[in-house]
């Protein structure tokens, strides 16, 4: 009978004993399922977190590059904020916070107003830390951006010497940038940046900063700039003749206009030469003056003509002579525009031994053409722009790059490149 007590004894402790363990399986089975949560909440906000930082520093990216653009003007603050807004970062909206500085306020660039800096800040909301009472974590992405000069001198042409200097020195302020190779004879190309896509193959062609090659093909900077509307010509149209001295006004000259001699004045607004160019006799002893704002588009496709009368641009610019482009508008910038089909030789020359120093302010853009340069008309003026297939020169030639006059500066901006 005690041996059977005992027994049942044993089973009710094992019992109780098992019981037991039971209650702390399932203890510990809750704890554990607490602790897994916990972390996946914890993996979530983190997660969470590390994709709005993301979408911040994006965003400081953006602003930094869009500021640095603007360095030489006087909407850095503006473009940096927007640019940052369209990120979905908006100053003073939503707790954001960006600011801009330039130049930056702390980092290796401290002080040095080439670059900016752009610091977007904003609280974040967590979602399972709140059980910890964490409801919001402060997070913030900075950036620091270079503003390089703009770039001037653009030779388009994929194939062969897109820039081609003989016997000469080419000087330009800003930057330069060929599509293909430099070539030319005992001369140098000094200016601010210079980028082959091919080499430097010219004989004893010096560069100062020494060109960097191989560089990716850049893109025709002035490609959304829109042609001016073509008025009404008749096929064949017959060239404007000056002969005398005369004043002339914007519209369009149905099969161009040639300059023989007088004093020729233009006045300010677009010039449409459609068909037969737009040429100066090399005997012209007379003055051509357009200081009011004057864009000369060279076409030959216009409404009613026919699509083989293009013709070249070539002149010969007297002492006492200049032409300036447009200050504002849709053609800021910009003194001579030829169509995009236009193949033909753009050549500028000038008959100057004494006198004032003929010059041009403006862009020279002839994007399927070749330019040629026998005459510095860049050293008296304020800028010079070159945008072409292909530039050559026989001749010294200085490119400035003074663009107070516009509004809005240089119709090529600066590019912003990332430093911090």
């Not at 500021?67 to 979905?88: I, M």
């Not at 200097?165 to 070539?183: E, F, K, Q, R, Y």
């Not at 233009?266 to 051509?288: E, K, L, R, S």
Request: aromatic letters at 8%.
């Amino acid at each position: 009978m005690k041996d059977k007590d005992s027994a049942w004894q044993r089973q009710v402790a094992v019992t109780k004993r098992r019981k037991t363990q039971a209650g702390q399986a399932l203890v510990l089975a809750a704890l554990a399922l607490v602790a897994i949560l916990a972390m996946m909440g914890l993996g979530i906000d983190m997660g969470y977190l590390r994709y709005a930082k993301g979408k911040m520093q994006a965003a400081a990216d953006a602003g930094a590059i869009a500021g640095a653009a603007e360095v030489l003007y006087t909407d850095v603050s503006a473009a940096a904020a927007a640019a940052t807004a369209a990120d979905g970062f908006t100053n003073g909206t939503n707790g954001v916070t960006v600011a801009v500085n330039h130049p930056p306020l702390s980092g290796p660039n401290t002080g040095n107003s080439n670059y900016v800096e752009v610091i977007v800040s904003q609280n974040q909301p967590t979602f399972f830390m709140t059980v910890l009472g964490v409801n919001s974590v402060a997070l913030s992405a900075r950036s620091v951006a270079l503003g390089s000069s703009p770039n001037c001198i653009y030779a388009l042409g994929t194939s062969g010497d897109s820039i081609l200097i003989t016997l000469s020195i080419v000087t330009s302020a800003c930057g330069v940038v060929d599509d293909s190779n430099l070539g030319g004879l005992i001369a140098a190309l000094d200016a601010s940046s210079i980028a082959l896509h091919g080499t430097n193959d010219g004989f004893l062609v010096s560069t100062s900063p020494t060109a960097e090659t191989g560089i990716p093909s850049a893109v025709d900077p002035l490609a959304s700039l829109t042609a001016p509307t073509v008025g009404s010509c008749s096929t064949h149209p017959t060239q404007t003749v000056i002969t005398t001295n005369t004043t002339l006004s914007a519209g369009t000259y149905c099969g161009g206009i040639d300059i023989i001699s007088g004093k020729v004045t233009f006045g300010a607004g677009t010039y449409i030469m459609d068909g037969g160019g737009f040429q100066m006799t090399n005997v012209f002893g007379g003055t051509v003056t357009g200081t009011g704002g004057v864009t000369i588009y060279n076409t030959g496709s216009g409404s009613g003509s026919c699509n083989t009368c293009y013709g070249p641009i070539t002149t010969y610019f007297t002492a006492g002579s200049s032409l300036s482009a447009q200050t504002s508008g849709t053609y800021t910038g910009i003194l001579f525009f030829q169509d995009r089909s236009n193949p033909q030789t753009a050549s500028f020359n000038a008959n100057f031994s004494t006198g004032t120093r003929p010059f041009m302010d403006g862009a020279y853009y002839f994007p399927d053409a070749q330019v040629q340069f026998n005459f510095d008309f860049g050293q008296s003026a304020d800028y010079s722009i070159l945008v072409a297939k292909s530039l050559s020169w026989l001749v010294a030639f200085t490119v400035n790059n003074n663009y107070s006059s516009l509004t809005g500066g240089s119709p090529i901006k600066n590019t912003g490149v990332l430093t911090e």
